[in-house]
């Protein structure tokens, strides 16, 4: 597991501050999967209607995503910035573009469809599962990891320019029916990821200011 903290001026008693940091510790349990579903669902609402809590929740998937194998003693910085100025500059130029290339990628690649020749997968194939998307614009593989403790599932992604444009110039949006879940913003490698998922089928949106790719029917399973 991996664990953030927040300093504060031990000369300095803000409530402000403190407050903050008790706003800040109750997200982390949200992404961690350390709260009750009541709980759940109240900080969901209030990350939906909260910019700051939304930048928060970001940077913490991502730093859960990668804390495993890198020890961050504090989020890069800026990095809450240039996030949500990517996805602002995103959204604002996907507004008031007619030429915005929208394609919907097709599933070439469904590991829970593989065990072939009478082999039947056990144990790992119940908790994880890979998708292959593909399309003109990339191919987007998309790995789904249900933790054992909490029924939530893990999502982490790649995108595969085909026309070697930057992976990195690409974000993601989460998409759970109608409403929007959560949006990131890949790195270098097209990596991105969204975690603490509820059963359901989503949609992913793989964005970049030329193109719009479309992943369907990307289902988070409940254990049995």
Same mark, same amino acid.
């Given at each position: 597991?991996?664990?953030?903290?927040?300093?504060?001026?031990?000369?300095?008693?803000?409530?402000?501050?403190?407050?903050?940091?008790?706003?800040?510790?109750?997200?982390?349990?949200?992404?961690?999967?350390?709260?009750?579903?009541? !709980?759940?669902?109240?900080? !969901?609402?209030?990350?939906?209607?909260?910019?700051?809590?939304?930048?928060?929740?970001?940077?913490?998937?991502?730093?859960?995503?990668?804390?495993?194998?890198?020890?961050?003693?504090?989020?890069?910085?800026?990095?809450?910035?240039?996030? #949500?100025?990517?996805?602002?500059?995103?959204?604002?130029?996907?507004?008031?573009?007619?030429?915005?290339?929208?394609?919907?990628?097709?599933?070439?690649?469904?590991?829970?469809?593989?065990?072939?020749?009478?082999?039947?997968? *056990?144990?790992?194939?119940?908790?994880?599962?890979?998708?292959?998307?593909?399309? !003109? #614009?990339?191919?987007?593989?998309?790995?789904?990891?249900?933790?054992?403790?909490?029924?939530?599932?893990?999502?982490?992604?790649?995108?595969?320019?085909?026309?070697? *444009?930057?992976?990195?110039?690409?974000?993601?949006?989460?998409?759970?029916?109608?409403?929007?879940?959560?949006?990131?913003?890949?790195?270098?490698?097209?990596?991105?990821?969204?975690?603490?998922?509820?059963?359901? *089928?989503?949609?992913?949106?793989?964005?970049?200011?030329?193109?719009?790719?479309?992943?369907?029917? #990307?289902?988070?399973?409940?254990?049995?």
């Amino acid at each position: 597991m991996y664990s953030v903290s927040r300093h504060t001026n031990a000369l300095e008693v803000d409530p402000v501050s403190k407050s903050e940091d008790k706003e800040f510790a109750r997200l982390v349990d949200w992404v961690e999967g350390r709260v009750s579903e009541r !709980e759940a669902r109240i900080l !969901e609402e209030q990350v939906a209607s909260d910019a700051t809590m939304q930048d928060n929740v970001t940077w913490l998937r991502a730093f859960a995503l990668i804390s495993e194998a890198t020890v961050i003693a504090s989020p890069p910085p800026k990095v809450r910035d240039i996030l #949500v100025d990517r996805f602002e500059e995103y959204a604002a130029d996907k507004r008031r573009s007619g030429w915005l290339k929208r394609v919907v990628a097709a599933l070439s690649f469904d590991s829970d469809l593989q065990p072939a020749l009478g082999l039947r997968a *056990t144990g790992a194939s119940e908790s994880q599962r890979q998708l292959v998307y593909s399309s !003109e #614009v990339a191919d987007v593989t998309i790995n789904l990891r249900t933790r054992p403790h909490d029924g939530l599932a893990d999502l982490y992604g790649q995108i595969f320019p085909v026309d070697g *444009t930057d992976p990195g110039a690409f974000g993601a949006q989460l998409l759970n029916g109608a409403s929007e879940a959560a949006t990131t913003a890949a790195n270098e490698l097209g990596e991105f990821s969204f975690g603490a998922l509820p059963p359901g *089928t989503y949609e992913v949106l793989a964005c970049s200011e030329q193109a719009e790719i479309r992943l369907t029917g #990307v289902e988070v399973r409940r254990r049995t």
